[in-house]
């Protein structure tokens, strides 16, 4: 009886993290490189009517996923629009700031997609297409956005995200890897962990100084909440010794946005 329990536990340890790692975010051109987590260009003029990213999203999982997309404006230039394409495309462009971090909606209802499991760049409902418009309305310069792509069960951890940088300047970009590398970047030891938890913090930027942790297990539950006022570059430790062992997801917010995750595991 123990072997079966045993063997169980290592199942669902197993599937729990192939349930974390579950989303591709690649080019259609290239589906062979996954972008999930990275930086990609795309350029074009100030002249041009719009410039559009294509996108493919791929469930690698054995289960149906429904997912959602919110947007976020990273840095992006006064006078300038956006909109996300995300099983339909919104009618109208939303102006730089006016709406700098909000899901996709349609007539105030979330856009949601349904994907088949088993994915793969040939599949039909494995696979769903997204599209970052943007419009550089004359303007010279370049703006980054960000996409996170979330479980309708689990709405405050992205399973996947990019960013896209839209270039549409002769001159230098001044938006570069520097504003992603001014984001807090947390670090986890031991990983699995049993009773303490330590983490450091690195990156930290004056106007970042709201930080919390979050550790939500596979069900989407809350099971620990940690403001950290004033942690700055230095390491600190939870008591984790009452969670059940199982893989659980930590997550860093400043408040507005979720700037980091990574996989938990507890183990007894």
């Known amino acids: 009886m123990k072997k079966v329990i045993l063997l169980l536990g290592v199942f669902l340890i197993a599937s729990a993290i192939n349930a974390q790692v579950s989303i591709s975010i690649v080019d259609p ?3 062979s490189v996954d972008l999930n987590n990275t930086m990609i260009d795309k350029s074009g003029s100030a002249s041009d009517f719009e410039i559009v990213k294509y996108l493919w999203l791929i469930n690698n999982t054995n289960q149906n996923l429904t997912l959602k997309c919110k947007k976020i404006e990273v840095d992006v230039l006064a006078g300038t629009e ?14 730089a ?4 971090s909000a899901f996709v909606t349609i007539n ?5 997609e349904n994907f088949d499991p088993n994915g793969s760049a040939s599949g039909n409902d494995t696979v769903k297409s997204f599209a970052g418009h943007y419009r550089p309305m004359n303007i010279d310069g370049c703006s980054l956005m960000r996409y996170e792509f979330y479980d309708v069960n ?15 300047t002769t001159g230098t970009c001044t938006v570069s890897d520097d504003i992603v590398a001014e984001i807090p970047e947390f670090k986890l030891f031991p990983n699995p962990a049993n009773e303490l938890l330590s983490f450091q913090v690195d990156n930290l930027t004056q106007n970042l100084n709201n930080l919390s942790f979050s550790i939500v297990d596979i069900i989407g539950k809350t099971v620990l909440f940690r403001e950290l006022d004033s942690f700055k570059n230095s390491s600190s430790q939870i008591d984790v010794s009452l969670l059940k062992q199982g893989v659980y997801i930590v997550s860093m917010s ?5 700037l980091q995750t990574q996989r938990l595991i507890i183990k007894r």
């Open 29 to 31: 051109n290239n589906p």
């Open 82 to 95: 956006n909109v996300t394409c995300w099983k339909i495309c919104p009618m109208n462009y939303d102006v």
């Open 97 to 100: 700031g006016a709406n700098p």
């Open 108 to 112: 105030g209802v979330e856009m949601t």
């Open 154 to 168: 689990n709405p405050n951890t992205p399973l996947a995200s990019v960013d896209i940088r839209f270039i549409h």
């Open 254 to 258: 400043d408040g507005e946005n979720i």
